[in-house]
């Protein structure tokens, strides 16, 4: 199974290695200043699709019409590689951003709920070293917020728990409530009955959660961070004319552990091809008949 | 607001003092043994259908024809109950099994997932507290295996492994499966493939997950616990052929922790009523043009 | 190596099983209604003392001036013991108690740290089944209080908090409580502030730590749990005439984890045995020039 | 109370705001940049151990001679700050660094058992975020060995094991051992018997207890960090000369947690005060003759 990853960062080379320590043939593009890597062909992106099985995009596979190849020095428009690509099979994150111009099958391995737990994992770790390198307390004894009970807020709570803090999380749905009283934490709703006693605050809803109103109810000492996706859910505006510590902290796990971020991508890919090829073993899978049916 | 308790056990006298604790008029019957409890009122069904507002029936409310009644004298039919109640509403467990007979509205609070949730942490208390009952070896350091990642099994797992269990999970989706080892235990899907080894075996799954040539794999000494309501998951009659020490446990929130299963009882009705009523305060609820929208 | 285990309760029992699956000859004697069990062998403990290089009582070694063997028809007094017995190195719990009567090397397995740490996690577990089956209440949400940080309240108080209770340990050292919060549970001195709001105490002082004035200040639904060995630290008669439910639990790991227990007492006297021999192997043992090294 | 900080790091500053914040006077020396801070008044060391009733060096008192003083552009010999304090009572860390030269009473803060507990917490947060700061991979799913079961392997084995880490920590005493799992990690003694499959490794021992046999055992891609204090456990040529990552990570408490680590020397303070004084409260301690007592 001939497999090229096409640009990206860090992430992606540890996607290329991963898949090669699991036996696939790899070729890599769109890392400029690489020479090789293990067992890994450097190739340019013509190349690469031309010689491959199927190809794989980063996590944001674009970036302004070009395919994100932060590290290269060449610009693929995204109607170039298409072209280039042809029928191919593609792998790629966040897919409805090349759905339109691309006619090659399309398999949006970020979309599936296993990439997202394990990407919350990696998310959580690098919010806890963000929040111990920035905050000049200690995280134990400390009361904090979590607003959100989606994947990262069930890992962080659970984190900050650990580390010793006194957590509360924030949580529309009384379901939620239920469970994040079950493990032993506070619940509240988007009120935020207890706001100005909080010393930490993690946002992890990708909605206005956190309005001036609320701003002005924080703490002066507040350590705030926001995970939440552009734009997040803070007003930072607000936050900053208060003058408080404030952090809009993105991509995570290709900073933290670009690593795990890497396998993470190669593992939903590989189980991905295995259900569409009947629960099969991934060693019988390097023929292109298989590839035909993604 | 009058509320009427109609049978069931414990835990239902606990449900009548926690409306009492909470300032609702209560009163209790099919509770023949019971002089008073508290400020609790004891009547007959008839008397209480006709004084109160609105009844509450057992997470269970029909036995045979009859309304669950274990602790009462008399018996009373479904149909008796429908016409003696008349137009009141009905609060009930498993609504489904009285909604046939009843004209009045019936509102399901077993239905609910904050109610499920919180009765999950009951039952997983006490299935450890069966557990080290039954078990002759410690919990910790023992191989354990939870089948199932449902609310149950979310919450038994993490209890075992801070008992010091080393825990696996069994489930289905490759997404529980990221939960599971999200949260520091092993995965496995139905095939078990180290089913010889486990000490501990919990079952939360009510489908057929342990066949006979399941139970032929476990080990001579496996304490085996069935969590999943009646018939079960395990083949009892291939346990019982080979000897195997298997409980089928039912019923485990009413009987260990009755006190916070009424509470919990009390609690999702509330916030029921609530809801309909547009999130007022239960204080302003005392009448009967709210509970007209039930 | 020869073993006879004379008397004691099921753990002793599973302590001869245990000695036997390491590989060692097991006599046991003082179990009357014992037919055979496993490979272990049945005697008189004058014919156990007779054939065994050396001899394992149990943790509480005389009651009443007589070996401790509840299951025993026989009465064996310490002194015909120690006749019989003669110069064979002994293994025994609470070893003060024979130490005047025995001439033989006597050494104290339960004095060892290790056995006391393993067994404060038998009594943890026995104690948390405890609750669960005479509270009638959840664990999970309940505030409890832990008198004391030694062993047993360092893994109980884990265990509770694990289980969704809020925990404060009260406990003397400042240090202790610098532990105790800094595993995130609340800390307080022998004063107990709050002594009135726990719904759930436990004590593991022998020491009275709990007088008539403490009693006082307890809720009247509280579940008071001693675990302290006799006379325990808490003023029961005070507690009865308030009615107060309270439970003197005595030697739980023997009742909840008999199996565990026993496999211990086998791990700790072979460690000792190996110290003893210079840290050789186990399987070089069996021979007597060895155990007069004892 | 006058309290006279001279010196030390940005927790030395934290230590002086706490002591204002619980409503001591405080003046601090040694930190020329600062202006002022809050309500600290800022003075030469000379002034402030004029004015002061008692003063405090940081935990490592004395660097080449002179007091620690780093932020500062004077430089105060010990033996110009022995004259210049006259008898007052000096706190510090570290005391047998400057008991022979001062003539004062003097009280080591850093030998309280509370002290080294609350900062191993501090240790373990810094190098929880040190680890995933450098790590590519994730703490999820890592082995990871802990060598030393003191107070800092107690706590940061305990966070990675909640950070989902396999963890299994390296003790030399078996009581220690029982302890490790009694809380469901492995144990192990320094032969490390699984030396070539941790990606995580920490030493905590201050002694050579990585060689470069062990070394030589390490993976190529093993995170080692070293905790110990200098010269620290780990034979770090041997790990130069392979290549392997290696971190030895000094003075954590003052690097990642700066607040809390001021806190915890004030705290500290104030309980040795308070204990001197026969446990009056410190609100009353604000004369002179209580400070003879120290």
């Given at each position: ?55 794989v995009l980063p996590v944001r596979p674009v970036d302004g019409g070009c395919i994100n190849m932060p590290y290269a020095a ?221």
């Amino acid at each position: 199974m001939k497999t090229a990853i096409i640009g990206g960062d860090k992430r992606m080379l540890y996607a290329a290695k991963a898949f090669s320590d699991d036996g696939a043939e790899v070729a890599a593009a769109g890392f400029d200043n690489l020479q090789s890597l293990c067992d890994i062909r450097v190739m340019s992106v013509k190349e690469a699709l031309k010689w491959a099985d199927f190809s794989v995009l980063p996590v944001r596979p674009v970036d302004g019409g070009c395919i994100n190849m932060p590290y290269a020095a060449e610009k693929i428009t995204l109607h170039d590689f298409a072209r280039m690509n042809g029928a191919k099979p593609v792998f790629s994150g966040f897919s409805e951003s090349i759905a339109n111009a691309i006619t090659a099958p399309v398999c949006d391995y970020a979309a599936r709920e296993e990439f997202a737990v394990r990407n919350a994992v990696l998310t959580a770790e690098g919010a806890v070293a963000l929040l111990i390198n920035e905050y000049e307390d200690s995280v134990s004894g400390a009361k904090a917020l979590v607003i959100g009970y989606g994947r990262i807020g069930k890992v962080l709570s659970r984190y900050l728990q650990s580390l010793g803090a006194e957590v509360t999380v924030a949580a529309r749905k009384p379901s939620d409530r239920a469970w994040i009283e079950a493990v032993g934490m506070a619940a509240d709703n988007y009120s935020y009955k207890e706001l100005s006693s909080y010393q930490i605050v993690f946002n992890t809803v990708p909605a206005p959660v956190l309005d001036a109103a609320c701003i002005d109810r924080l703490r002066d000492d507040v350590m705030l961070i926001d995970l939440a996706s552009a734009p997040g859910g803070v007003d930072f505006d607000r936050a900053g004319e208060r003058g408080l510590t404030c952090i809009h902290a993105l991509g995570l796990p290709g900073k933290s552990a670009p690593k795990a971020a890497g396998r993470i991508i190669k593992d939903t890919i590989i189980h991905i091809i295995k259900e569409e090829n009947g629960g099969k073993d991934y060693s019988g899978l390097c023929d292109d008949r298989l590839l035909l049916h993604l």
